[in-house]
């Protein structure tokens, strides 16, 4: 491994395929492994040569392809002669090629992969454009999404469904069916063919495609993941026709939901023909022995493919995987058993995973917008790498996400580019520019420049001190900042961002973050690994030797994997058993013949047996290994009990797939030798590193504190054993570690180990600061705040049970300062983000002195700060010293809580008592003691008095939840608590009040400069809902950017349910002056701090203690936004409605038994109003204050008796205009069995109003098709909110307003 080795490989080996090469093609750099025998010698007894080669993935001037250059320097490496570029490349020594390489994840990103077309079933035509509905930022008002990647859609009239559904209590014979149409699908469903294609129309479609130029095709129809008959015939034909690549989802994912499978299939087609170009053009530099050797390409889940074997779809995260792959090799304990953590610090971003024994894989992820349905390993990346650009925005210091990229780079790069994290590395020392390269500047051959990064952070320096002496009015309480404690700050702000999704990884998932080591890996990870580890309370840092190139290594330990999987559909039961685990059998022995195929014995292959396993009506499944035990069952409540914290003990498990993972080894790796050698290892510490071989210099580098002399040592001149205490530098040939103080380093032969000493834990009050603001301070508090807000979030869908919080999302967590002011939201549920202050508030005036220890409430009533009733907020306050320092609390969507309709969601209510269970404050836990006795009583007994009503329908679930939602802020209050051990309570308490006047400030500039606009500061808005009752707002803007709020002329209260609680229309006003200030920042009371809001009593925006409200959250919320952005002139109305849709079925008695009841519910996305600053209105999306997610269309179908016929835009229903506004959709249901439907919509009369001239979005319109046996159909209009009760065979369609256009 080191530099000045020089031997050759072994004369006896030349010619004869010795040398192992690994490859990963990144998209700046290419880094290349050499392995090869050599004459073994004292220092290095191993007998193996490690040569490493790192080249630019693009220099067009020198090389083709710098996988094949890589390879070329490599073999002249080794063998000592010349191998010219322009002859064909000897392979008579590669005994193998692994390569990893991002080709795949450039073209997907860039959006440069093959011009394909999509083949869906008729009326799915834009299935992937409408996705899964939510947009990607909510406080985006432009919607930005990601194209899709197909260039034409084929529509094939053919369509299949299952028979039986989920959800039917009643014991059936559901599944089964004598009739000639109906089939058994793969999965075991019985499937009804409703229509077969006509082959002849689709030849004809597929030919038309064909002749447009595209040569690549995607198939995916409804159910095929089961039913794959129509898929194979529609391969088959365009196959005959000449597509040169055919993808069908039934073969590429077998796995139900279309949307993924789609996305998928389609990803597939885009991808793979590009790979195979670059295969076959990386092929042809060599000689005709290319064919002879073995050539392994690695895969997003971990494993190596043959390269003929190797897709598009199975690329995209190449190379990262290989990455963990070597850190799971070289630095896990199969004796020791100590999880890892991977940091894989890069030039734009970072990369985290985590590995305990076993690789942690993901079946769903989404990568530049298109969702990927494939074994991935678990690798989350976050913005934020060497070229991450620095900011100061709204009082805060920003790390990216923008990023300088390669060209033009940090500002020390000589191309004028901005500041970085490389800079700040640079000026605080922990970059050394004698020992950086020098390929700078306009002849390549200058080096880092110091001076434009510090004239840049000196300008930056200046503002950041301007700003934040401005805002304060004595001169005293704010010190000026150094450039260097800016910088340092940065460093700092940039750690705490890489910090969350490793947060997420680990303790969200039940793991204790600091019982793991860090793995630290990437170019610019070791400069970040400490005080990475040290955030996090890790107390080991592995830095392999090797860790620049640690994803080239890694592919050279990798294993050639084959998966086979299949769909199932089973109970698991004594009787299941038995035939499941024959067919994982079967599926085992059909990937050991592949890999017998590819050359491996029997002793080399090893199989991993899974069943994805869940609780019947959840979507949250589990990949569930083969334990010693044998039992799938109590594997999987153990993993269930592990990362959700708890189990379903009467609730059927279902088992959803089969999955076999194979993987063939060629040579055995000892894992974890480097646990062995810190045994037996005899250290010593350098106490003068200058005496020492490998010292180079000492240079000043800046830590907390000031300036600290530092050792710079090269670590190929350490041996192992030498412990080197910090603070120093290691410098390796392509990467520098630094090691903070208080860190020691113990060289090993392949490591460097870097342990925590005790002075730096995290035990009490570590971080001593003044309570006085501060910029950096203030901005690592906010992402610690925010991150505890996602974590209680990510608790809470965790633990939750119903689909509502579990899989659509309807749910927020937030904390809140001692007075109950709105610190930190996640970014969940917009109309819940400014009401939930307006609950906690009312508690805490409500119940005063009586709040005690261990206290809980629960209420949803909108006189105390709720919004409608099934949305029911838990707080908690939390105590410190017998006082009330904090407050956190969790607001979630309950599926059922009683009244006159099923879901809570009456589209004809007209008193509170009809919407259900209904609390203005009651204490859910009292001092610890859970009140279930209260709840019960609150739940079934209390809306049951009421005449037509009901209690819940769904006790069980709604307990459940609630009692996720006490987990929830239970996380949030341990955080919270180790904050201020952290701290300090006093610090932390006073950053709540800081980062609160912080976005004032920023709120306060956005009104100041709408003023400048609108030099009056008068500005005005109306709209009316479909009754004609108007909403009326006028604003006035102060010089001091102050603003009044004045709904005065609002109509009055309504005898109906779209009356909306204050607390409504202050989350309207907060979520839109957040989205108009368009930067980072941090969501709190104090955007509301500069506003004073005046709403008339007794309006419909401030309606009477037993007004009916469940329409206001769901419809007037979004009215609202629609008038406050047309009144500022940002933004044309979108559809101004969620589309409420509600059915079920109630319980039933058959027979002397009674079955329990069921109900669906789900909102449907619109037309996004277009503005002034982007082109056009988003498509099928959802607005302003919703972003839950919609039913699969297979799962719907699977679970419900339902057929879904159609689900796409609504051309031409958006407005006209220089933009203009985006499609409504139409969603078509028709119903199996007699059931009722509830209809709860907007804008089905006054259309959604164009800006500046732009036209009006269309209408929204519902409709019911009553289907009569020996009788035309009955098309019926239902207005904007009505019960109907359905007859099979009916249909319900749903055509969903357009947003309005921007300007003429």
């Known amino acids: 491994m080191e530099t000045t080795d020089n031997r050759l490989l072994l004369e006896e080996c030349g010619g004869k395929h010795r040398v192992r090469i690994s490859v990963d093609r990144g998209g700046t750099f290419t880094d290349c492994v050499g392995i090869f025998p050599v004459e073994p010698t004292a220092k290095d007894p191993s007998g193996e040569r490690v040569v490493v080669v790192k080249l630019l993935s693009e220099d067009p001037t020198h090389y083709s392809d710098a996988p094949r250059e890589g390879i070329r320097r490599i073999l002249e490496i080794a063998t000592g002669r010349p191998h010219p570029r322009d002859a064909l490349l000897a392979t008579e020594n590669i ?7 991002t080709v795949a994840t ?3 990103l860039e959006r440069k992969g093959e011009p394909c077309a999509l083949v869906v079933t008729l009326g799915f035509r834009d299935l992937l454009k409408i996705g899964n509905q939510a947009r990607p930022k909510i406080f985006d008002l432009s919607i930005s999404k990601p194209d899709v990647l197909y260039q034409h859609v084929v529509q094939i009239d053919e369509r299949v469904t299952l028979v039986g559904y989920a959800m039917d209590p009643r014991p059936a014979a559901q599944n089964q069916s004598d009739e000639t149409n109906v089939v058994v699908g793969r999965s075991g469903e019985h499937v009804r063919i409703l229509k077969t294609p006509e082959w002849a129309t689709v030849r004809k479609q597929l030919q038309q495609v064909f002749d447009t130029g595209i040569r690549s095709v995607a198939v995916c129809l409804m159910h095929a993941y089961t039913f794959t008959a129509h898929e194979e015939e529609i391969g088959r034909i365009a196959s005959e026709i000449g597509f040169t690549h055919v993808t069908l989802s039934s073969q590429l994912s077998p796995r139900i939901k279309i949307v993924p499978r789609a996305h998928s299939a389609t990803a597939d087609a885009y991808l793979t023909p590009g790979i195979r170009r670059y295969v076959d053009g990386f092929a042809s530099g060599f000689d005709a022995g290319f064919g002879d050797i073995r050539i392994d390409f690695m895969q997003s889940d971990g494993g190596l493919a043959p390269v003929e074997h190797f897709s598009g779809l199975r690329a995209i995260l190449s190379g990262p995987a290989a990455g963990v792959v070597g850190y799971a090799v070289t630095s896990y304990s199969e004796s020791e058993k100590i999880s890892l953590v991977g940091f894989d610090m890069g030039g734009t971003s970072t990369d985290v995973s985590r590995f305990g024994g076993e690789f942690e894989h993901v079946f769903e992820t989404t990568t530049a917008g298109v969702t990927i349905q494939a074994p991935q390993l678990d690798i989350n990346t976050v913005a934020a790498g060497g070229g991450s650009r620095l900011f100061f925005r709204n009082g805060l210091m920003v790390v990216g996400p923008e990023s300088a990229g390669a060209f033009p780079g940090p500002a020390c790069y000589r191309n004028g580019g901005p500041l970085c994290i490389t800079d700040a590395n640079l000026l605080l020392g922990r970059l050394r520019v004698e020992h950086f390269p020098h390929i700078f500047g306009p002849s390549e051959d200058q080096p880092l420049d110091m001076n434009a990064t510090r004239a840049l952070f000196e300008q930056l320096v200046a503002d950041i001190n ?31 961002t890489m910090c969350r999704p490793i947060r997420t990884l680990t303790e969200a998932r039940g793991h204790n973050v600091q019982n793991h080591s860090l793995a630290c890996f990437g170019g610019a990870g070791g400069q970040h690994a400490c005080a990475v580890a040290a955030n996090l309370g890790i107390r080991r840092v592995f830095v392999h030797r090797l860790a620049s190139v640690l994803s080239a290594y890694g592919l050279g330990l990798s294993e050639v994997v084959h998966e086979e999987q299949s769909p199932a559909a089973a109970i698991w039961s004594n009787e299941a058993q038995q035939p499941l685990l024959a067919r994982l059998e079967k599926l085992s022995r059909v990937g050991c013949r ?12 090893r199989v991993q047996r899974f069943l994805n396993m869940r609780y019947d009506g959840t979507d949250t499944s589990i990949m569930v290994p083969e334990s010693t035990i044998g039992d799938y069952q109590l594997r999987f409540e153990s993993m269930h009990q592990r990362e959700f914290g708890f189990v379903l003990r009467n609730r059927r498990i279902i088992v959803d797939d089969l999955r076999a993972r194979v993987t063939g080894t060629l040579s055995k790796v000892k894992s ?6 810190l045994k037996s290892l005899q250290c010593r510490e350098l106490c003068e590193p200058n005496t020492h071989p490998a010292f180079v210099d000492t240079v000043s580098v800046y830590f907390q504190g000031g300036y600290r002399p530092t050792a710079v040592l090269k670590l190929g001149l350490l041996n192992p054993g030498d412990v080197v205490r910090g603070p120093a530098i290691v410098l390796d040939c392509n990467s520098a570690v630094l090691v903070e103080p208080n860190w020691v380093a113990t060289v090993t032969s392949t490591q460097l180990v870097l342990d925590n000493t005790p002075v730096t834990t995290l035990d009490v009050s570590t971080h001593h600061i003044s309570t006085e603001i501060d910029p950096i301070h203030l901005s690592v508090l906010a992402n610690r705040f925010m991150s505890i807000a996602e974590q209680m979030g990510r608790t809470l869908e965790k633990t939750s049970v119903s689909t509502n919080i579990k899989e659509r999302l309807d749910f927020s967590c937030a904390l809140f300062d001692q007075h109950g002011n709105l610190v930190a939201n996640a970014p969940h549920i917009p109309v819940h983000l400014g009401s939930m202050s307006h609950a906690v508030k009312f508690q805490l005036d409500r119940f005063s002195e009586d709040l005690q220890e261990g206290d809980v409430i629960l209420v949803n009533h909108p006189q105390a700060g709720g919004t409608h009733l099934p949305d029911i907020t838990i707080i908690s306050p939390v105590f410190h010293d017998s006082r009330i320092i904090f407050f956190v609390a969790s607001r979630g969507h309950h599926a059922d809580i009683g009244g006159i309709s099923p879901g809570s969601m009456p589209p004809n209510s007209c008193e509170l008592f009809q919407e259900g269970a209904s609390s203005m404050g009651m204490k859910i836990v009292d001092r610890g003691e859970f009140q279930e006795e209260a709840v019960r009583h609150m739940l079934l007994e209390e809306p049951a008095q009421y005449p037509e009503c009901s209690g819940t329908r769904n006790y069980r679930d709604v307990l459940s939840d609630l009692k996720a939602q006490i987990a929830a802020n239970h996380r949030g209050i341990a955080l919270l608590s180790q904050l201020c051990a952290e701290y300090g309570l006093e610090v932390v308490q006073e950053y709540m009040a800081h980062i609160q006047h912080t976005a004032e400030a920023a709120v306060r500039l956005l009104l100041k400069e709408t003023r400048v606009k609108h030099p009056t500061g008068q500005l005005s808005g109306h709209d009316f809902m479909d009754d004609g009752s108007k909403i009326s707002l006028h604003v006035d803007i102060s010089e001091d950017g102050s603003a ?29 002056l957040r989205c108009m200030v368009q930067s980072d920042l941090p969501l709190n009371q104090g955007c509301l701090a500069p506003v004073r809001v005046v709403i008339p009593e007794n309006s419909f925006l401030s309606p009477s203690s037993t007004a009916a409200v469940v329409g206001g959250n769901v419809l007037t919320s979004q009215r609202l936004c629609d008038v406050i952005l047309a009144t500022f002139g940002v933004a044309a109305a979108s559809q101004g409605c969620m589309n409420n849709l509600t059915f079920g079925i109630p319980a039933i008695e058959e027979g002397g038994v009674r079955y329990e009841g069921w109900g669906y519910y789900e909102t449907i996305a619109g037309g996004h109003g277009a503005g002034r600053d982007w082109q056009k209105g988003q498509d099928g999306v959802h607005t302003n204050m919703t972003n839950t997610k919609i039913t699969d269309p297979e799962i719907l179908e699977r679970r419900y008796p339902v057929i879904l016929h159609r689900f796409m835009l609504r051309e031409g229903s958006g407005g006209t205009g220089m933009h203009p506004g985006g499609n409504g959709c139409i969603r078509d ?3 199996l069995e007699a059931m009722s439907v509830s209809l709860l919509t907007e804008r089905r009369v006054f259309q959604p109003p164009g800006l500046d001239g732009g036209g009006n979005g269309a209408c929204g319109l519902n409709l019911w098709e009553r289907h009569f046996e020996h009788k035309d159909k009955q098309v019926l209009n239902l207005g904007g909110k009505n019960s109907v009760f359905v007859q099979p065979g009916d249909h319900i369609v749903i055509m969903t307003p357009g947003g309005g256009g921007y300007g003429k």
């Open 594 to 605: 592949k890999l017998i195929s590819q050359g491996f014995l029997d002793s080399q292959i």
């Open 1229 to 1231: 249901i028709e119903f």
């Open 106 to 108: 450039n073209a997907l």
């Open 95 to 101: 005994e193998s090629i692994r390569m990893g390489t």
């Open 466 to 496: 301007a700003e934040m002496r401005a805002r304060h009015t004595a001169e005293s309480a704010y010190q000026n900042k150094s450039v260097e404690e800016i910088a340092l700050g940065f460093l700092q702000v940039a750690n705490e």
């Open 1044 to 1072: 009044l709020f004045d709904f005065t002329g609002t109509s009055p209260e309504i005898y109906g349910n779209t009356n909306a609680p204050p607390s409504v229309t202050h989350s309207a006003i907060i979520y839109c």
């Open 672 to 677: 974890g030798q480097v646990y062995d050698e």
